[in-house]
């Protein structure tokens, strides 16, 4: 995701990310130090910078480029930084690019794990952490690892984009060859059977794009529906992590349970939950799925506990206050410490809420993170 960060009234440029560099067309020398003018947009952009510098007060911003082929769809999304006395610093830029994929699909922006999170929510979200921002704006260094570790995530759904595009469009050309081939008058039937198991494994390749792209193509709208053949999807698209580890994955959902909800948000949730777990496994470890109607439910009369837990080392008790905290990981370089941020707040926009239980040692060595949903929840449209 290009990101940019600029001060004072005339729009200094201090920070750019290689995406943004890439949009503008520019080296990151040729525009850091000089005022901001390199969004698409033109006019009405730099309308809006004075806008949120003046006020305080984040906006958002979708315009189109009808120029090329396919339209192009900008969404501009800009927060102020905060001083003392919520005297405006600078302002933080996030731009989204959109493009036609297919007849029916939109390219993607932002993280499998944060994954999760749509271009108003991360507007809304950053408000949230305006505190944070503003302790951290004191020290150049701090301020750039939290916006590197914020565009970790967004690269990954970028990433997601660029590999389903460049997937789906030679796959139309080599399905299409499979038709051609099998229509062929005096094909032996050996090589016709080999041109089905070439198609089947195709048809693999195309599920895979589309679990891809539902995480970002789900309906806003909550649904009712079974619970699991969501977990099995889950479990597909994490297939290659599995047999990696050679974990034993067990679940346990009866076929009949329904929840209601969002799907694609909650399969992102338990997608991180259980990739969690295989990352804290060792080879040959286990992860287990439970699912149950439960009476114990902390406020409703009946709810879904739904438990993701695992065999691995644990989580250390002074760490285990702060696994929700954002930006917060114990995996090092290769977390970002959002992805069970991001599952809590999808989880309370659902009124819901999640456990954790860890320990080090003895029988019940390992972790165990429970989701705790209504039956009939009423669901929170806030986008925090």
């Not at 929510?121 to 949230?128: D, F, I, R, V, Y």
């Not at 974990?247 to 969002?262: F, M, N, S």
């Not at 114990?296 to 837990?309: E, I, K």
């Not at 069970?340 to 080090?360: E, F």
Request: glycine letters at 8%; charged letters at 20%.
């Amino acid at each position: 995701m290009p990101v940019a960060a600029v001060d004072g009234i005339g729009h200094i440029v201090r920070y750019v990310n290689p995406a943004f560099c890439l949009l503008a067309g520019k080296l990151k020398e040729e525009l850091l130090g000089k005022p901001f003018t390199s969004m698409p947009g033109g006019d009405e952009c730099l309308a809006m910078l004075d806008r949120v510098y003046r006020t305080g007060k984040a906006e958002t911003h979708m315009g189109q480029d009808g120029a090329a082929e396919h339209p192009f769809y900008w969404s501009y999304a800009m927060s102020p930084i905060l001083g003392e006395g919520d005297h405006s610093l600078g302002i933080f830029i996030r731009v989204t690019e959109a493009t036609p994929f297919h007849q029916d699909c939109i390219a993607m922006n932002q993280a499998l794990l944060i994954g999760s999170l749509r271009q108003h929510e991360l507007t809304e979200q950053a408000n949230g952490l305006n505190a944070q921002l503003q302790t951290e704006i004191s020290v150049g260094r701090q301020t750039q690892e939290a916006l590197v570790r914020s565009e970790k995530l967004a690269s990954v759904g970028r990433m997601a984009a660029v590999m389903a595009h460049e997937i789906n469009n030679p796959l139309d050309a080599i399905m299409n060859t499979l038709y051609l081939a099998e229509s062929t008058e005096g094909l032996p039937e050996s090589a016709r059977h080999y041109l089905k198991i070439a198609e089947g494994e195709l048809n693999r390749i195309a599920y895979i794009t589309r679990q891809t792209l539902g995480f970002y193509r789900e309906s806003t709208h909550p649904t009712t529906f079974c619970l699991a053949p969501l977990l099995d999807s889950v479990l597909d698209l994490l297939q290659a992590k599995i047999k990696n580890k050679q974990a034993i994955v067990e679940k346990r959902c009866d076929e009949r349970l329904q929840i209601t909800g969002i799907f694609g948000e909650l399969r992102q949730v338990f997608a991180n939950l259980v990739l969690n777990s295989l990352d804290a496994i060792d080879m040959h470890g286990t992860v287990k799925l439970a699912a149950i109607v439960s009476s114990r439910c902390g406020g409703f009369d009946q709810c879904v506990r739904v438990s993701v837990g695992d065999n691995g080392k644990g989580i250390d008790p002074a760490t285990l206050p702060r696994v929700f905290e954002p930006f917060f990981t114990t995996k090092g370089d290769i977390g970002n410490g959002l992805g069970l941020w991001v599952s809590q707040q999808i989880i309370a926009k659902h009124t819901g809420s999640i456990q954790v239980r860890s320990s080090r040692s003895g029988r019940r060595k390992g972790t165990v993170l429970t989701v705790i949903l209504p039956v009939q929840p009423e669901i929170s449209d806030r986008k925090d």
